[in-house]
């Protein structure tokens, strides 16, 4: 804090007396314009000096310390997506199969697993309830068919 207020103050100083100089000179003729230039090269090196002072590497750590933690950001993101996108996916797999019991007139409870992968395809069914032969057949040959999870990965209860 104190090296930003000397910084400050030597650049308000340099002013001051550039701001007298010329003002000293006047602002006609050639040596008012070299003063000027001179002026203008004394204060783009009190703005400058400065600068080589400056540890960047405070902020390169804290621009690090930044991206790890977008990356963690993006990590969960992407996480939080997967796990909505198996919810979906879950849901919606047991609403086709409980609209197909409806159309057949039963009640079932359907408990559906996913694949771990990237496609999180239905891979496992769960369905209990009172039914008929016929019907799970029927249900049994839609669930192969219309989803793809195989006869032997679905459990009747």
Not at 24 to 29: Q, R, Y
Not at 47 to 74: C, N
Request: hydrophobic letters at 40%.
């Amino acid at each position: 804090m104190q090296s930003l207020r000397s910084y400050i103050l030597s650049i308000v100083a340099s002013s001051i007396i550039c701001a007298c100089v010329q003002v000293l000179i006047g602002k006609k003729g050639t040596s008012a314009k070299l003063i000027r230039m001179v002026c203008g090269i004394y204060m783009a090196i009190v703005f400058v000096t400065p600068l080589h002072k400056i540890d960047f590497s405070i902020y390169t750590d804290y621009f690090s310390g930044i991206m790890h933690q977008a990356e963690d950001a993006v990590s969960e993101g992407q996480n939080i997506a997967q796990q909505k996108r198996k919810e979906i996916i879950i849901r919606q797999t047991q609403s086709y199969i409980l609209d197909k019991a409806s159309s057949f007139g039963v009640d079932v409870e359907v408990a559906v697993t996913v694949s771990d992968d990237a496609t999180q395809a239905p891979n496992a069914i769960t369905i209990k309830g009172a039914v008929s032969p016929y019907v799970k057949k029927m249900l049994t040959n839609y669930i192969e068919e219309q989803i793809g999870i195989p006869k032997e990965a679905q459990t009747w209860k």
